[in-house]
């Protein structure tokens, strides 16, 4: 609850345990988890410190000086490491701090002008800092603090949107606002390929899915279904050469909807999912073995975000509407989500085994259960007074 | 020769066509003076001679010629006198001898002239030919000039553009180096103010820093429950050096790790991809050693090399330890060793395409050869097959035939349809299955009806008797309203077993469709105890098109009743058949009744 500065606590084993965090006048803008599970990490307002309370111990520490960035804090996947981005007399410094008892382990400045988000390798091994979009940096560090390589592919226009590792930490994809996807190698640290996303496509090898109304017709030709229920929806294949709609972007605001926003690796390595702002109304799949465009899926409304199966290639993207889609190497389905009244996904989130997955809307939320036979299940919950 | 002038004899006006002047005169002038000189000269002759010597001044004419032909250097025409005033005789000998000698210079000069005249003629043709050439040439001069001159301005004009083009890429290039060193000065400014922006931001970060710790707020605190174990289940420890020096242990060991890890994957790469080069490498030698045996024209240099690698064969081999070292010596050998061989196997592959092309264009006598062998030998496989096959159906056809043939009347008749015997006995033993089936159910129905209209008497004894209980409540109830009494009651009693229903069925919601069935047949004779059916609801529930309502519509099906009982009752049990059976039909049709929204008031109350 940001606005009252309280966070609240519930263990889903024990009902009865419950914990109040209330940072009072230090207000609330960011909370999240620390990966052992028994620490929270609070920012209070204006980012002033980053208080973290232990459940175990009762205790607090507080770290200055963290930096109001898209992206300041990171753990590493084994949950050893914290990275964290700071901001001190006009310079941009991280900090590594080991997990277990909230020790400084390194403290070292990097060679960007505004720091913008900074991201572990899955290895854990490596931390993948970058600049403001205003100039296109990617640095990488070891854990140790020593500079490995520096990236700059262009200068003089808009640069990194979006960074993205490879759960094999083998490549790094970059994505930035010229609606390019840069893959570097983790042996060298150099481009290998890059990816475009025009929105004409005219290879004969991909393939295109295009999601189509399906809705039924009645005796005079007018849908027979009634207004609040949504039509239901198939994918078509269309043939290429195909062209997708675009957006134009107005070019004198900012945060322009340009350039690649989101990128996700599948949890195999084997493929890349991308979507390039300007056609947002597709997500682009593409083959991390041959180095090519594997798949465009084109939905009918813009594409809110996706999330790869934790266990397999398997990717459930959500665009606002009632319906979530699910996109394999075998084929894409669209699921209606089931309940009354219009239920909006507005984001997901798969379960760690893979065997389910959360819905969100506004003030709702939707479990779905993947069986084997791929019949999806719902069950509607409604949200706590949190998120 | 200067100039021959002949004393002009006031007579001999002809002598003038003599003057040859042997100036470098145009031939033709020339000419026409020897024509004209030699035209007169026959014709005039005679008058010519006569008119230089007369009969009256012969002594003159001697006199003259001889001063003449002696200042030519011919001797005197006299003879030699004695004395100085006697006559001079004539010396005939002398004027024959001048005559012939004059004569046979008149040859030579004749000779001469033609020489000259001819040498005349070849002159003025080269001459002629040379001033056509030196035209031509001019001409050419002429046309070469204005070419180049042509030339020359096309290539100032392309110069021209070309410097205007550099021009504009220069002031492209000025303007771009101008506005990135406007970026770059006004980024430098940003920073600078943002630098300052920074500050001052840090300054209030400071003192808001200061004012919220100093601030003993009771507010900031924590409220757990109790304290919750460390997630590895080990207890916490303090801080200390010898901590920090763990941590630090601890991350170059995960460094080390990630490292050796890493360089373990190259190795092993690295190994698989020499084990291939190596092959390739001994694959390739072999495929081309063999090539030496054969005679291939112009091979000479690739046999050779090839000799030669083979030869290196055996004694690298004995060197392939050494090359899973990776020093760079024994890298390089192995490339170089790799790229000499695919040239060789590259350039034998050529000379092999030509081979090939060569013989297609030569003819196809040694591929047909082969083909029609095999096509040979594949037609007698099929003509073998052929006859086998042939043979086959005459055996069975003969068998048929036998079969046919060799039986009696009796057999004949009895063997009348003996393929499809059993067949007919089966069906005939399930007709008479069939038909007793059906004489139970026809025994069963009649039952059934029977106890139907059974159930149907007894129905309306009950109905008047409960109808005569009612009549007797009513009077003695005074102070109720009639209509409302019964509402309540009936609701009343209605509401209990429904709420128990929807309590029971919606506990469990996402059950399969036979629980709830289970739940509506319990409902369903619950309710035709208490109430019969209305026609309403029958109709109703036969119009839903739910499977899963099959078990309840039956139930319903099974009592055909016509009574109508009280409206409010059957409205009652309307409301409860969607409630039942609603959460066994879990897609939205149920929508399209209007009356659910009012029944999910109901049961979210029901809900824990």
Known sequence: MYKRGLVQVWSLEQPEWHCRIDEGSAGLVASCWSPDGRHILNTTEFHLRITVWSLCTKSVSYIKYPKACQQGISFSRDGRYLALAERRDCKDYVSIFVCSDWQLLRHFDTDTQDLAGIEWAPNGCVLAVWDTCLEYKVLLYSLDGRQLAAYCAYEWSLGVKSVAWSPSSQFLAVGSYDGKVRILNHVTWKMLTEFAHPAAISDPRVVVYKEAEKSPRGALGRPACPSFRAAESKYEIAAVPVSLQTLKPAADRANPKIGVGLLAFSPDSYFLATRNDNVPNAVWVWDMQKLRLFVVLEQLGPVRSFQWDPQRPRLAICSGGSKVYLWSPAGCVSVQVPGEGDFQVLSLCWHVTGASLALLSKDHFCLCFLETEDEADGAIGQLGAHT | MGDWMTVTDPESKNISQYTSETKMSPSSLYLQKVLCSSIPLSKNVHSFFSAFCTEENIEQSISYLDQELTTFGFPSLYEESKGKETKRELNIVAVLNCMNELLIRQRKNLLAQENVETQNLKLGSDMDHLQSCYAKLKEQLETSRREMIGLQERDRQLQCKNRNLHQLLKNEKDEVQKLQNIIASRATQYNHDMKRKEREYNKLKERLHQLVMNKKDKRIAMEVLNYVGRADGKRGSWRTDKSEARNEDEMYKILLNDYEYRQKQILMENAELKKVLQQMKKEMISLLSPQKQKPIEKADDSTGTGISDVEE???????????????????????????????????????????????????????????????????????????????????????????????????????????????????KEEWSLFKEQKKNFEKERRSFTEAAIRLGLERKAFEEERASWLKQQFLNMTTFDHQNSENVRLFSAFSGSSDRDNLTVHSRPRQKPYRVSNGSPICTSKLTKSLPASPSTSDFCQTRSCVSEHSSISVLNMTPEETRPNQVGGECANQKWSVASRPASQDGCCSECSWTSTNSHVEKDGLP
């Open chain 2, 313 to 427: 064969d055996p004694g690298e081999l004995s060197r392939e330890s050494i090359w899973d070292l990776s020093c760079e010596t024994v890298r390089e050998q192995l490339t170089n060793s790799i790229r000499k061989q695919w040239r060789i196997l590259k350039s034998h592959v050529e000379k092999l395409d030509n081979q090939v092309s060569k013989v297609h264009l030569e003819g196809f006598n040694d591929e047909d050869v082969i083909s029609r062998q095999d096509h040979e030998e594949e037609t007698e496989k099929l003509e073998l097959e052929i006859q086998q096959c042939k043979e086959m159906i005459k055996t069975q056809q003969q068998l048929l035939q036998q079969l046919a043939t060799t039986c009696d009347d009796d057999t004949t008749s009895l063997l009348q349809d003996c393929y499809l015997l059993e067949e007919k006995e089966r069906l």
